[in-house]
Nanobody, 126 residues
Framework: QVQLVESGGGLVQAGGSLRLFCTASGPTFSSYTMGWFRQAPGKEREFVAASSWSGRSTSYIDSVKGRFTISRDNSKNTVYLQTNNLKPEVTAIYYC???????????????????WGQGTQVTVSS
């Protein structure tokens, strides 16, 4: 059974930074595309970023390009989301997820991810 555990969220002032972590159980982490999503109160879950299985390819929602960076360390079964210059409108629960199928392409569709963590709260104050 695959388990994903996020951490690193918290309360930060606008302009600040947080580094989110997602650690996965299971020996085949390095074979899977990993994604970060977020969900704000009253809104649908939204794609934020994805990393290919190797980490060489990444994808981002336009609003975070240049401010957020997804990376991974396959030796530690961990994917990261570095968030810089945070704005109040990005306040949400951030989830990591594993894509369906080995070496799947980058996707922003949450239906193409089959394992999800419990989420970590990011709150940005103005």
């Amino acid at each position: 059974q695959v388990q994903l555990v996020e951490s690193g969220g918290g309360l930060v002032q606008a302009g600040g930074s947080l580094r989110l972590f997602c650690t996965a159980s299971g020996p085949t982490f390095s074979s899977y595309t990993m994604g970060w999503f977020r969900q704000a109160p009253g809104k649908e879950r939204e794609f934020v970023a994805a990393s290919s299985w190797s980490g060489r390819s990444t994808s981002y929602i336009d609003s975070v390009k240049g401010r957020f960076t997804i990376s991974r360390d396959n030796s530690k079964n961990t994917v990261y989301l570095q968030t810089n210059n945070l704005k109040p409108e990005v306040t949400a629960i951030y989830y990591c997820a594993r894509a369906r199928g080995n070496r799947a392409g980058l996707s922003s569709d949450p239906k193409l991810y089959d394992y999800w963590g419990q989420g970590t709260q990011v709150t940005v104050s103005s």
